[in-house]
């Protein structure tokens, strides 16, 4: 799978109508259909973001958005992170993070990386070097955690 994703990454204001449309598709197929999550999820975050579509052919099948540090935490950001329903255990999520993390780096340096990740999603996060950082929180009544990647020391 991971060979297989096309990668386009986009500031808000260069994404297609029809890649926002998929994007937003995406994200309500998940975040609010699957995770039954009423919440609004057009936050007004999206036109400071990068946004980082991972395609398999046409169809969508990961994204994250990529924040500058300051825009969305102090520290650099990854957020709305997804993998489609289809493409899960294909090794897809692991190929986005891994991607992001890439490009978050060449973008703005060796910063340190702020997430707030699904407490379920905990050890998948831990195994790219993320760390806990907060106490658990309910977001739109799901667990959440921050977790923190601190820069690589060389």
């Excluded at 926002?20 to 598709?25: A, D």
């Excluded at 969508?60 to 950001?77: I, N, Q, S, W």
């Excluded at 707030?116 to 929180?137: I, P």
């Amino acid at each position: 799978m991971q060979a297989d994703i096309k990668w386009i990454l986009r500031p808000f204001d260069r994404l297609t109508v029809s890649e926002l449309y998929q994007v937003m598709q995406l994200r309500s197929q998940v975040f609010v259909v699957e995770q039954k999550c009423i919440y609004l999820d057009a936050d007004n975050k999206d036109q400071q973001a990068f946004h980082l579509l991972g395609y398999n052919g046409e169809f969508l099948t990961v994204y994250a958005r990529l924040f500058a540090p300051g825009e969305y935490f102090k520290e650099a950001a990854i957020g709305r992170i997804i993998t489609a329903p289809a493409v899960r255990r294909s090794g897809a999520g692991k190929a986005l993070m891994k991607k992001s993390i890439e490009i978050v780096r060449r973008l703005y340096g060796a910063v340190p990386i702020r997430i707030g990740a699904q407490c379920y999603l905990n050890n998948f996060y831990t195994s790219f070097g993320f760390q806990l950082d907060s106490d658990e929180y309910l977001e739109d009544g799901i667990p959440h955690v921050e977790m923190l990647l601190k820069p690589e020391i060389e």
